[in-house]
């Protein structure tokens, strides 16, 4: 069984944007952040991020599944959003951050505005398919952002195609595997090979016609448990975009399989 060590496969959220964890952005010498209303947006541009790595390793990893929006700053200084702001993920409320100055060892950096939601996998994968709503509204609803993403609340996975469980794979055969849901046509998928007890994973060549990503198993892979890692992104389709300049982003997958290689 593969077990978990820090120089095992980094995980794919280790790439993302540091606007997961709430990036910060130098403000050289400000000190202050000026206050503003949700008006003040609307030259920003606002991106989106939908995380959903399934690591085998660590399941519960922090930002695992996760959707966030983040807000460009003002070409000049740093802002805050006014106190009362609410945010909503279809109904849901999510965790806002006004954003602002922040301390960090002793030098101020100006923190975006940004707004997430940790979602449950488990509960995606089995509802319907639905339309991705986002609202950031004032009290009494004088101004509001919104961004709606057609078809993008559900859950994504590469789904084994051929016989068997795909449990094992052998050495110098051809394997498939399908991004789903299949009306979305991810980008080039990355395939990485990490042996059980290895320090740096392998990165397999592949071919792929839309959502379908194939390998050959290399034939001089160790006979040995791996762990088989399938990643891509897809930027998702923008139904509604408005109180801000524009919206942009992607959606980023990663499916973990624990595979035993044989001869």
């Known amino acids: 069984m593969i077990r978990s060590r820090p120089v095992f496969l980094s995980s794919p959220l280790v790439a993302l944007p540091l606007l997961l964890s709430g990036g910060l952005a130098g403000?050289?010498?400000?000190?202050?952040?000026?206050?503003v209303p949700l008006a003040e947006l609307a030259s920003r541009t606002l991106t989106y991020t939908l995380v959903d790595t399934d690591l085998l390793e660590t399941p519960d990893a922090a930002g695992s599944h996760r959707f966030t929006v983040t807000f460009s700053q003002a070409d000049r200084g740093c802002t805050r959003l006014n106190e009362g702001v609410v945010a909503t993920f279809n109904g849901q409320p999510m965790t806002l951050n006004l954003g602002?100055?922040?301390?960090?060892?002793?030098?101020?950096s100006c923190e975006q505005t940004?707004?997430?939601?940790?979602?449950?996998?488990?509960?995606?994968?089995?509802?319907?398919?639905?339309?991705?709503?986002?609202?950031?509204?004032?009290?009494?609803?004088?101004?509001?952002?919104?961004?709606?993403?057609?078809r993008a609340k559900t859950k994504?996975?590469?789904a084994y195609q051929g016989v068997g469980s795909g449990t094992t794979l052998?050495?110098?055969?051809?394997?498939?595997?399908?991004?789903?849901?299949?009306?979305?046509?991810?980008?080039?998928?990355?395939?990485t090979l990490l042996r059980e007890e290895g320090r740096a994973p392998a990165t397999l060549e592949t071919t792929q016609e839309e959502g379908t990503v194939t390998f050959k198993l290399p034939s001089a892979t160790p006979i040995s448990i791996h762990l088989l890692r399938l990643l891509a992104t897809t930027p998702g389709e923008v139904a509604e975009c408005e109180g801000v300049e524009k919206c942009e982003g992607s959606f980023v997958h990663s499916s973990d399989y624990e595979v035993n290689v044989a001869q």
Do not use: K, M, N
Not at 27 to 35: H, M, Q, W
Not at 100 to 108: F, L
């Open 156 to 158: 994504r996975r590469f």
């Open 27 to 35: 403000c050289g010498g400000r000190t202050e952040a000026t206050t």
């Open 170 to 191: 052998r050495r110098g055969q051809t394997y498939s595997y399908l991004w789903e849901p299949v009306e979305e046509v991810p980008g080039p998928a990355i395939v």
């Open 100 to 108: 602002g100055v922040v301390d960090t060892g002793g030098r101020d």
């Open 114 to 150: 940004q707004a997430w939601l940790d979602f449950e996998p488990e509960a995606w994968a089995v509802e319907p398919i639905e339309d991705i709503r986002v609202f950031l509204e004032e009290p009494g609803g004088e101004h509001t952002v919104s961004l709606i993403l057609r």
